[in-house]
């Protein structure tokens, strides 16, 4: 049976390389093969970058033990992600991104269109990885939304995958029927972390800014990753990221992000499932 496959967009920068240590520690947990994606215009032009490509793919793996390939497609980075992933057994794309600044690059309105609509997870990361471990304590904002139920579902991957901490934050909210939602998460949130015995803490928010706070709180306890879960709009048919999502994404921690759709696709892993009502 083929290897499911961590994929890392290359584009020969220093984010891409961040990505890929991260990756690379991330392939070791789950077994998982590495391909590098490099995106042309032209597939014209891809000759010298193919050449630059199977020289990083053989450094990187004889380096640090693990396979890695390399492949080199047309089109938008934009347009080809997606498809390349859903094509080619990806387990998760990770992706580097330049913060505030290089947000349009990779999350801002442009590059939703790879996130969006994915049924692959992504993480983004700023830096590469700054401890032995990949993943201890992870954060998981929580509010009032249904789809918010489904991120459990990640949740209870990582902590498989990686023995993670489940660090759960939730706003403080004014509206009594917004709060009774908020709530209902709440409980169905402790069902089934206690089902599965992991370990987890409920931290709650004090203020509005939840991104921010959510952020900060982070810091705090040193998290090493954020989860967050695309929204759906209401008039809208697909997913987006709202100002809060971009603002994680984007932190200024410097703190790796998993995003996921709703709809993403858990069944690979198997082994357990956060539903109910």
Known sequence: ?????LLVPWDFTEVAEYALLHAIKISKKLNNKITLLHVVKSIKKGDEAQVQLNKDAKKYSDEHKVEIDSAIIEGSLFDVISDYAAENNVSIVIMGTHG???MQKFTGSYAL???VGSK?????????????EIFKDVILPLDYRIEAKQKLQWALF?????????????????DESLSKKLLGNIHFAEKILD???VNYEIHKLEGSHVAEEAITYAKKIDADMVLIMTTKDIGLTDYVLGAQEQYIIANPARIPVMVVNPRTDLSRYGGFSATGG
Not at 120 to 132: C, D, L, S, W, Y
């Open 195 to 197: 089902k599965y015995e």
């Open 1 to 5: 049976m083929e290897k499911d496959t």
């Open 113 to 115: 269109k790879v996130i």
């Open 100 to 102: 505030i600044k290089g």
């Open 158 to 174: 990582l902590v498989k995958y990686f023995g993670v901490k489940v660090n759960i934050v939730v706003p403080t909210i004014k």
């Open 120 to 132: 692959i997870p992504f993480i983004v990361v700023q830096e590469a990885p700054t401890k032995p």
